[in-house]
């Protein structure tokens, strides 16, 4: 089956996964990592996307985010891996590509997946044994969004209001939901959706993408279509 073009929606929340090329990693050290998250940040404001939550891993990057108009989120990676890429390549005397060809990226229905996605990306260093709290790993929006500093990179999004009315009442809100680890099927689930490029949504959500998408949003079933008789 022919790859299917990336959903990139104006306005519409975004499962992004770029990975190492080869599993190698895209990190070396904290310096590094310095350098990406500031690439992140003025690759937000230079394409005008919002990143709600992101995630440093040694070999990948997570991240959340809200393009606004169609193409931004393509643009808004291109600039960070411009920013990025060649500073890594002169700083570790390397030569070609550090990623693992197109980054993977999905649309996702705030409504019902804004926190989950939110954990999913935040979790990532307690599911890799790095740490035991998701606000322990300095590489990340979980420190933001458990009220111990103000990140310049996450913008919130409108849904994740909906977590409390006084920020004290949503950031522990948000300690309580990451102090628990997601089952394993919904995060296979998520990085799937993300992966394959399938939306991540009710029926209802499909049908509002719709109209803007020209290609399919949901896989087709699998066989031979029943004949009649």
Not at 36 to 52: N, P
Not at 76 to 91: S, T
Not at 107 to 116: C, I
Request: hydrophobic share 40%; with cysteine.
């Amino acid at each position: 089956m022919a790859r299917l073009p990336r959903l990139d929606l104006a306005d519409r929340l975004h499962l992004v996964i770029q990975r190492g090329r080869a599993g190698h990693p895209v990190f070396v050290d904290d310096d590094d990592r310095r350098r990406f998250l500031g690439a992140l940040l003025d690759s937000t404001r230079e394409c005008a996307v919002a990143v709600h939550a992101y995630v440093l891993m040694d070999d990948q990057v997570l991240i959340l985010a809200t393009p606004g108009d169609a193409g931004g989120l393509a643009r808004f990676m291109q600039a960070v891996g411009r920013r990025y890429v060649k500073a890594f390549n002169h700083r570790h005397g390397r030569q070609g590509s550090l990623w693992e060809g197109r980054y993977r990226a999905t649309v996702v229905d705030p409504a019902d997946h804004l926190l989950p996605c939110i954990l999913l990306v935040e979790q990532a260093p307690v599911r890799a044994g790095l740490v035991t709290r998701p606000s322990d790993w300095p590489w990340s929006s979980a420190a933001h969004h458990a009220g111990h500093k103000a990140d310049a990179i996450v913008t919130e999004h409108p849904a994740y209001w909906q977590l409390g009315n006084t920020p004290f009442e949503r950031e522990a809100r948000h300690l309580r939901e990451s102090a628990a680890p997601m089952a394993d099927r919904e995060i296979q689930r998520l990085l799937g959706a993300a992966q394959r490029g399938w939306p991540v949504g009710t029926d209802a959500f499909l049908q509002t993408l719709a109209p803007t998408v020209a290609r399919p949003l949901s896989p087709r079933p699998r066989g031979r279509p029943r004949q009649s008789i």
